[in-house]
C-alpha cells in the first residue's frame, strides 16, 4: 500500500517526539506532495511548514528551520525562484525523497489469499544499470520475495506499488507483473509468506 505523502506530517505529533531525521524525512514528504513550503507565517496561499509540525516554542521552531538548513547545505533542496523563505526540492532531493517514499511503501496483504501467484519480471537495458540495481532493492522492500535472477515473487495484488515503483526509477516500462495460478516450489513461498 502506498502511504499518503503527508499523513505523519498531518498528525499532531508533539516536536518532542521527532528525532532530528524524522523532522527531513517529513519535510522531504511535505516537498514531495505540495512542490514547496514556506517558513513564512504569512503567507496565505502557501503550504506553511509550521502548520505541519505545530511547534510550540522558538526552540521547536528553530528545530525545523535547522533541518531545512542542512537539507539545504547539503543538496537536496534549494530556495525557489530566489523567494525568501520558499523552498523546494533539488534533483537530488527528489530522488532523496522517493526513496524515504518507498521505504514506506508496501504490498497490501489481502484478509484472504486469492491463491494467485504475482511474479513481477524486469529487463532493464545495460544503460540504466544503476536503476536496475535500485529495482532489486525496492522490490524486496515493498515486500516481494526472490524468485529468480530478475523475477520476484508476491502472493498479493501489487500493480500500483510496482507502477510506483518503475516511475520513481523511469523504468516502469522495463517491469512486467505475471498472475499465475501455481508455481514450482510454492510450498515454501507459502510458508514465506505466512499464508
Known amino acids: 500500500m502506498i502511504p499518503n505523502p503527508c499523513m505523519a506530517s498531518r498528525n499532531r505529533i508533539s516536536m518532542k517526539k521527532y528525532k532530528r531525521d524524522e523532522i527531513a524525512k517529513v519535510i522531504f514528504e511535505i516537498l514531495l506532495t505540495a512542490g514547496f513550503v514556506t517558513i513564512a ?3 496565505p496561499n502557501a503550504v506553511q511548514l509550521f502548520t505541519r509540525f505545530h511547534p510550540k516554542n522558538a526552540r521547536e521552531r528553530e528545530r525545523v528551520k535547522q533541518s531545512l538548513s542542512t537539507l539545504k547545505k547539503r543538496g537536496f533542496i534549494t530556495e525557489k525562484d530566489n523567494l525568501d523563505g520558499y523552498f523546494a526540492l533539488t534533483k537530488e532531493g527528489k530522488a532523496r525523497a522517493m526513496r524515504y517514499k518507498i521505504e514506506n511503501t508496501k504490498i497490501q496483504k489481502q484478509k484472504k489469499w486469492d491463491k494467485k501467484w504475482r511474479l513481477v519480471m524486469f529487463d532493464v537495458p545495460e544503460e540504466k544499470k544503476k536503476a536496475r540495481q535500485a529495482i532489486n532493492f525496492a522490490l ?3 515486500g516481494c520475495v526472490h524468485y529468480q535472477k530478475s ?5 498479493f495484488p501489487c500493480e500500483q506499488e510496482i507502477d510506483f515503483v518503475g516511475g520513481c526509477f523511469g523504468v516502469r516500462d522495463y517491469l512486467r507483473i505475471v498472475v499465475a495460478e501455481s508455481v514450482e516450489r510454492d510450498k515454501s513461498f507459502i510458508k514465506k509468506f505466512g499464508l
Not at 151 to 155: E, G, L, Q, S
Open 41 to 43: 507565517l504569512t503567507a
Open 140 to 142: 524486496k522492500k515493498i
Open 151 to 155: 523475477v520476484f515473487i508476491t502472493p
